[in-house]
């Protein structure tokens, strides 16, 4: 099988739960981008939330915000902007029953002020600290009292809902999942933690980001290579010719993957590329 292009998941793939790249992570870039292998980017986070260290990389294309947004870095391949009436419906629910919610545009993100300190980084920094069966109930427990606390300003009102709105994310437990479905059947409800949900249009995905890349680029889903650790790779690692999960990921993560490597802590990226001898 011949792989054109490769693409990885940020956090608990492509960094360690510190943030960084390992050298052997980095080692393995240089040695794909030195044959002509496109080197991208599928993750829940958005233009906004990529740092300096992931830049430094010099990735190719970037699917961000599960696949709502995608650029090289030369121009925007694919966004794909909530309806306006459908994030006025989102906020007023949030506002109406005291939600913690943030709003994505691509320059920005916006909302709980609680949620902007740390997003989703919060809920995996503490869960480190936490003895594994604790961590559900003590999180399921922070999460309502969380929500049950109102913010100053109205989401309604945010300055931010007058850009195109490209990705939220609500703390919700994952027993809510149905009934968000059922207020919203227009979106899709994708997770990389149990605590907070990302809420997306419901035809997109990382695949269908990377597709687009596809097609931009000239490569199919077949001859790609995707790296993951979570529920939101899930669509991702099944569509492309070699799913990887990582060592670190969830157990049905595992399950569904061509090959599951070492961990993100132990040169997982650089090991599966040596395993199948792409590098």
Same mark, same amino acid.
């Given at each position: 099988?011949?792989? =054109?292009?490769?693409?990885?998941?940020?956090?608990? $793939?492509?960094?360690?739960? *510190?943030?960084?790249?390992?050298?052997?992570?980095?080692?393995?870039?240089?040695?794909?981008?030195? @044959? #002509? +292998?496109?080197?991208?980017?599928? %993750? #829940?986070?958005?233009?906004?939330?990529?740092?300096?260290? /992931?830049?430094?990389?010099?990735?190719?294309? &970037?699917?961000?915000?599960?696949?709502?947004?995608?650029?090289?870095?030369?121009?925007?391949?694919?966004?794909?902007?909530?309806?306006?009436?459908?994030?006025?419906?989102?906020?007023?629910?949030?506002?109406?029953?005291?939600?913690? +919610?943030? &709003?994505?545009?691509?320059?920005?993100?916006? #909302?709980?002020?609680?949620?902007? +300190?740390?997003?989703?980084?919060?809920?995996?920094? !503490?869960?480190? &600290?936490?003895?594994?069966?604790?961590?559900?109930?003590?999180?399921? @427990?922070?999460?309502?009292?969380?929500?049950?606390?109102? =913010?100053? *300003?109205?989401? *309604?009102? !945010?300055? /931010?809902?007058?850009?195109? /709105?490209?990705?939220?994310?609500?703390?919700?437990?994952?027993?809510?999942?149905?009934?968000?479905?059922?207020?919203?059947?227009?979106?899709?409800? $994708?997770?990389?933690?149990?605590? %907070?949900?990302?809420?997306?249009?419901?035809?997109?995905?990382?695949?269908?980001?990377?597709?687009?890349?596809?097609?931009?680029?000239?490569? %199919?889903?077949?001859?790609?290579?995707?790296?993951?650790?979570?529920? =939101?790779? %899930?669509?991702?690692?099944?569509?492309?010719?070699?799913?990887?999960?990582?060592? =670190?990921?969830?157990?049905?993560?595992?399950?569904?993957?061509?090959?599951?490597?070492?961990?993100?802590?132990?040169?997982?990226?650089?090991?599966?590329?040596?395993?199948?001898?792409?590098?």
């Amino acid at each position: 099988m011949k792989i =054109n292009a490769v693409f990885f998941d940020i956090d608990g $793939t492509l960094v360690t739960h *510190q943030a960084k790249a390992l050298d052997s992570t980095k080692e393995s870039i240089t040695q794909l981008k030195s @044959q #002509g +292998i496109i080197c991208g980017l599928a %993750t #829940g986070r958005g233009p906004v939330r990529l740092d300096q260290q /992931i830049d430094k990389l010099a990735l190719d294309v &970037f699917v961000t915000y599960n696949g709502q947004y995608v650029y090289t870095r030369d121009q925007v391949l694919y966004a794909n902007a909530f309806p306006t009436e459908l994030v006025a419906k989102i906020a007023a629910y949030c506002d109406q029953n005291k939600r913690q +919610i943030l &709003f994505g545009s691509h320059d920005e993100l916006a #909302g709980s002020s609680i949620m902007s +300190i740390g997003q989703k980084a919060w809920a995996k920094r !503490l869960q480190r &600290f936490l003895p594994k069966a604790r961590n559900s109930l003590f999180f399921k @427990q922070v999460a309502q009292k969380i929500s049950r606390t109102g =913010n100053k *300003q109205r989401y *309604q009102d !945010l300055p /931010i809902l007058k850009k195109p /709105i490209y990705q939220c994310v609500l703390i919700s437990p994952e027993s809510e999942q149905p009934m968000l479905e059922k207020l919203f059947p227009e979106c899709k409800f $994708t997770r990389s933690n149990p605590y %907070t949900v990302d809420i997306i249009m419901k035809q997109n995905s990382k695949s269908v980001g990377i597709q687009i890349v596809g097609n931009h680029l000239g490569f %199919t889903l077949d001859q790609c290579m995707a790296f993951g650790d979570s529920w =939101n790779d %899930t669509e991702m690692l099944q569509s492309v010719g070699l799913g990887v999960a990582m060592g =670190n990921a969830n157990e049905d993560i595992k399950l569904l993957a061509d090959y599951v490597t070492t961990s993100n802590t132990e040169d997982g990226i650089y090991n599966a590329l040596r395993h199948y001898k792409i590098i």
